[in-house]
T-cell receptor, first 113, second 120 residues
Framework: SQKIEQNSEALNIQEGKTATLTCNYT??????LQWYRQDPGRGPVFLLL?????KEKRKERLKVTFDTTLKQSLFHITASQPADSATYLC????????????FGKGTKLSVKP | DARVTQTPRHKVTEMGQEVTMRCQPI?????VFWYRQTMMQGLELLAY????????DSGMPKDRFSAEMPDATLATLKIQPSEPRDSAVYFC??????????????????FGPGTRLTVL
């Protein structure tokens, strides 16, 4: 069956450390993989997009990797801050689709000062 | 600052009543999506439109849900009759999808603030 799994429902880390979130998928062939951030009571906000032929993308303190052999994406936040506390969602866009996203259930990140 | 807007932000209604949710996508975006979010299921796609044409609504119960896009500035999601299991947060998102087939370029989606629906 097809599924997207994010490694854990919750991740607690200390301020200043690197947070690493995992997204694994099964029986999908995504053309794109995206990461979104969602704060309580708000809609998801786009962070990064990586294409199937890309290995890594960076944006400021964020880095995402995409391994289509392992069917896995890793999302890193370096020098984490309490303001990074939120739920992070990975989402797949399938090739040939109309751009609709298939979401994982998210990982709730808490960064403690 | 362009953003997706949704109304109402909150809706409490009784079972059997009709509910209509509205969305104004970002001007210039050609694709509009409706998602539903619950604790159990996470974010699920209900329906989407490209250039106002419905592309897929297989994610929603056909007998009670309907989605329309009467013009480029308005998308609606209607539930009639509503049931307690419809209680969730409903998000509208818009985006720009360019090209077609193997030359399709997908871009990020911009989400609205959501409509929190409670059906008693």
């Amino acid at each position: 069956s097809q599924k997207i799994e994010q490694n854990s429902e919750a991740l607690n880390i200390q301020e200043g450390k690197t947070a690493t979130l995992t997204c694994n998928y099964t029986n999908y062939s995504p053309a794109y993989l995206q990461w979104y951030r969602q704060d309580p009571g708000r809609g998801p906000v786009f962070l990064l997009l990586i294409r199937e032929n890309e290995k890594e993308k960076r944006k400021e303190r964020l880095k995402v990797t995409f391994d289509t052999t392992l069917k896995q994406s890793l999302f890193h936040i370096t020098a984490s801050q309490p303001a990074d506390s939120a739920t992070y969602l990975c989402a797949l866009t399938l090739g040939g689709s109309q751009g609709n996203l298939i979401f994982g259930k998210g990982t709730k990140l808490s960064v403690k000062p | 600052d362009a953003r997706v807007t949704q109304t109402p932000r909150h809706k409490v209604t009784e079972m059997g009543q009709e509910v209509t949710m509205r969305c104004q996508p970002i001007l210039g975006h050609n694709t509009v999506f409706w998602y539903r979010q619950t604790m159990m299921q996470g974010l699920e796609l209900l329906a989407y439109f490209r250039n106002r044409a419905p592309l897929d609504d297989s994610g929603m119960p056909k007998d009670r849900f309907s989605a329309e896009m009467p013009d480029a500035t308005l998308a609606t999601l209607k539930i009639q009759p509503s049931e307690p299991r419809d209680s969730a947060v409903y998000f509208c998102a818009s985006g720009l999808v360019l090209g077609s087939g193997g030359h399709t370029v997908y871009n990020e989606q911009f989400f609205g603030p959501g409509t929190r629906l409670t059906v008693l």
